[in-house]
């Protein structure tokens, strides 16, 4: 029996969220490691490199990955889908080595101003040969995931997560390698597996590429170049101005904080990579049934659509309220006293993610019309920019919780935008209602689970009260999400049925 879009997303979804759990789960396995062999100020420099990784991997991959994923359902046949794929595969690799000497020789002059009190060689240099090789991994991943292929997905994340974390723990603890010793490992199974990747796809001869293909990628891919950098930069901000403002100490103390409150983001990202392909084909469906006069089925299956694009901010809400109920308990126990005062900036970082899930599916419409694209980068860079002034502003008056709330403040900005920007890009009609009960509900459930935290002594009276406020909220979110006990027993149903057959299409 086909299943519904909700079902194709809890199914997919799931899959693709174990994924990301396990590798966001790598981090927690990892915390109390370095919180003892690397401290406040070793921690501070693993969460500063980090995102600064990402930013120079968005400018090597040029946006082509989100042209890679979109692009590829356009092509005709097999022969023109690896004429495609080969042409961005060579182009990337010779621009992402271009770009890798490039950076390494303005590096050190860029570290000075970015990357206070952190040396360029060797871990800002190792972080940008990490971040190059990351885009061919990660491009993989992304055929997966518009070939709906979530098993072979979940597989090789997980060869690559595991890889990762065994790398990690000889290198930083066997090895006593430090920070070093954990770029350099991340580094080493990011090349293994890139070069993976590269067989499986085997891309045709450099010779067989077509600028038309390039062009039409690049044309598709670089207007999203400013916005990704600018997301990155946002999600930066925090940290950075922590660094420059209060010391790598703090910035250390805090990223723990960012680390146990950016588990929801797993979620976020896992369902959104699910809901994409979905949204893509569910819309050209109704707009097919809609040329050909079935009115009634293109009605129905835009109905699906605007459902299911509830369901993504409904469960990273929900996700975010558990992690948030246990994140006091979590930290005082994998990590030592000083980074104890890190649990105060999760349930705003919590809500940051929460903002960004919604900021997803109103993101859906506007990345299905390419005409409305290049509008998606002046709202991250306007984002981004608010966001920068106001963290500085609140970091020197109220510390690391003004940088938490300049976050959640600035990606609230973007979703709202963003809602305005989609809204009429596809015709979906939304009960506004229920969009609005769930956001007044997880709202509330943070700010009070937050007060129950700071106001109540023990831990297990504490924990029972959170647990209780925890409860009440997440059961009045899912009723007006629409979900029900049964979607979780059908989703286990689906997943085990696809774990028994992979390439099942029902």
């Known amino acids: ?148 292929r979530p098993v072979a997905f979940s597989i090789y994340s997980g060869i690559r997560t595991l890889s990762t974390l065994l790398t990690i723990i000889l290198f930083v603890v066997t090895f006593q390698w430090g920070v070093f010793g954990k770029i350099s490992a991340e580094v080493l199974c990011t090349g293994i597996l890139a070069s993976v990747a590269f067989l499986i796809i085997r891309p045709s001869s450099p010779w067989e590429s077509s600028t ?24 930066m901000v925090g940290i950075l101005v922590i660094n420059s403002e209060l010391g790598l100490e703090n910035a250390g103390i805090y990223g723990v904080g960012l680390t146990i409150g950016a588990v929801s983001s797993v979620l976020t990202v896992g369902l959104n990579q699910a809901f994409s392909p979905i949204f893509v084909k569910a819309v050209r469906e109704s707009e097919k049934a809609e040329s050909r006069g079935d009115s009634q089925l293109a009605s129905e299956i835009r109905s699906q659509v605007a459902r299911s694009n509830l369901l993504m901010p409904a469960l990273v809400g929900c996700f975010a309220l558990a992690i948030t109920t246990i994140s006091k308990e979590t930290i005082y126990f994998l990590t030592p006293e000083e980074f104890h005062l890190s649990w105060k900036v999760v349930a705003p970082i919590s809500g940051a993610v929460i903002a960004i899930s919604f900021y997803n599916s109103f993101n859906q419409s506007v990345f299905y019309n390419p005409k409305r694209i290049r509008w998606v980068a002046f709202v991250s860079i306007f984002t981004a920019a608010v966001n920068l002034g106001l963290c500085v502003f609140l970091v020197r008056e109220f510390g690391l919780m003004g940088a938490a709330f300049s976050g959640l403040i600035s990606n609230t900005i973007m979703a709202l935008l963003i809602f305005c920007l989609g809204k009429s890009a596809t015709d979906l009609t939304y009960r506004w209602t229920n969009w609005l009960g769930v956001i007044g509900l997880i709202s509330m459930g943070l700010t009070i689970i937050w007060f129950l935290d700071t106001s109540i002594e023990g831990v297990i009276p504490c924990l029972l009260a959170k647990v209780m406020t925890l409860t009440f909220f997440v059961y009045g979110v899912f009723n007006l999400a629409g979900v029900a006990p049964r979607h979780a027993f059908r989703f286990a149903s689906n997943l085990s049925e696809r774990i028994r057959s992979p390439h099942s299409k029902k």
């Open 212 to 235: 038309a293909r390039l062009k039409e990628a690049l044309d598709f891919g670089l207007p999203l170049v400013p916005h990704s950098l600018a997301i990155t930069t946002n999600e």
């Open 1 to 148: 029996m086909a299943l519904t879009l909700g079902q194709r997303l809890f199914a997919h979804g799931g899959i693709y969220v174990a994924s990301r759990l396990a590798n966001r789960g790598m981090g927690i396995v990892l915390l109390p490691i370095y919180a003892h062999y690397l401290g406040t100020e070793g921690y501070g420099i693993v969460r500063i490199l980090a995102p600064f990784g990402v930013f120079a991997g968005l400018l090597f991959a040029q946006g082509l990955p989100a042209a890679w994923f979109r692009l590829r359902f356009d092509q005709e046949g097999f022969s023109e889908l690896k004429v495609f794929e080969s042409t961005v595969i060579w182009y990337l690799i010779a621009s992402t080595t271009l770009g890798v000497v490039l950076v390494s020789y303005f590096g050190g002059a860029i570290s000075q101003w970015i990357t206070k009190g952190i040396p360029f060689f060797p871990l800002g240099f190792l972080t940008i040969v990490g971040a190059g090789l990351s885009v061919f991994a990660n491009l993989y991943e992304r055929k997966l995931q518009a070939e709906q």
